[in-house]
T-cell receptor
Framework: SAVISQKPSRDICQRGTSLTIQCQVD?????MFWYRQQPGQSLTLIAT?????????ESGFVIDKFPISRPNLTFSTLTVSNMSPEDSSIYLC?????????????FGQGTRLTVV | AQSVTQLGSHVSVSEGALVLLRCNYS??????LFWYVQYPNQGLQLLLK??????LVKGINGFEAEFKKSETSFHLTKPSAHMSDAAEYFC?????????????FGSGTRLQVQP
């Protein structure tokens, strides 16, 4: 299993500013994933972060808007840049650990972001 | 490409009644399937998973799901609903034929339990 600490748990930010979300895992993992959950919606993958390489972004998400760092095997950050009210969402960090082929996903508690 | 479809964005049952949440998947190779629950203002918790072993999978809190390849389904059931089961439920899939290891989620089903 994996225990994920994510912070901040929530924040209210002014439009045009940026917020960096931190994700700390209690074990070394190859891949870390960042998801967005818009109000009343399901989870959508933003990007996959591998240590030592550039993050891989999903369609509709770009590095300039969501820069990601992955300095080591237990930590990652996601920055939401130049925020607008449309960025108000829950952002979740996830890792795969255990299970068959490391396929069981574990999630942080999420960061509830409100942009005003 | 892999995908999951959850039929019914909202399901309402009476306390003590059967819970049935539907999930159908699309995958060209055998999938790994998961059900997650999200309680209000909380993160996701794994209920159960199918990883090509037994087709009937038992999870936490009395939930179970059956993998039916012929129907491409993985419906979640619980014989008797409890008020504490009220939450959002997500079906998700991973397939091992590509390097992608992130989950693909269904749209979610909100379960309401009436007293």
């Amino acid at each position: 299993s994996a225990v994920i600490s994510q912070k901040p748990s929530r924040d209210i930010c002014q439009r045009g500013t940026s917020l960096t979300i931190q994700c700390q895992v209690d074990s070394q993992v190859t891949m870390m994933f960042w998801y967005r959950q818009q109000p009343g919606q399901s989870l959508t993958l933003i990007a996959t972060a591998n240590q030592g390489s550039e993050a891989t972004y999903e369609s509709g998400f770009v590095i300039d808007k969501f820069p990601i760092s992955r300095p080591n095997l237990t930590f990652s950050t996601l920055t939401v840049s130049n925020m607008s009210p449309e960025d108000s969402s829950i952002y979740l960090c996830s890792v795969n650990a255990g299970g068959a082929g490391g396929t069981e996903a574990f999630f942080g508690q999420g960061t509830r972001l409100t942009v005003v | 490409a892999q995908s999951v479809t959850q039929l019914g964005s909202h399901v309402s049952v009476s306390e003590g009644a059967l819970v049935l949440l539907r999930c159908n998947y699309s995958s060209s190779v055998p999938p790994y399937l998961f059900w997650y629950v999200q309680y209000p203002n909380q993160g996701l918790q794994l209920l159960l998973k199918y990883t090509s072993a037994a087709t009937l999978v038992k999870g936490i809190n009395g939930f179970e799901a059956e993998f039916k390849k012929s129907e491409t389904s993985f419906h979640l059931t619980k014989p008797s609903a409890h008020m504490s089961d009220a939450a959002e439920y997500f079906c998700a899939v991973i397939t091992m034929d590509t390097g992608r290891r992130a989950l693909t989620f269904g749209s979610g089903t909100r379960l309401q339990v009436q007293p």
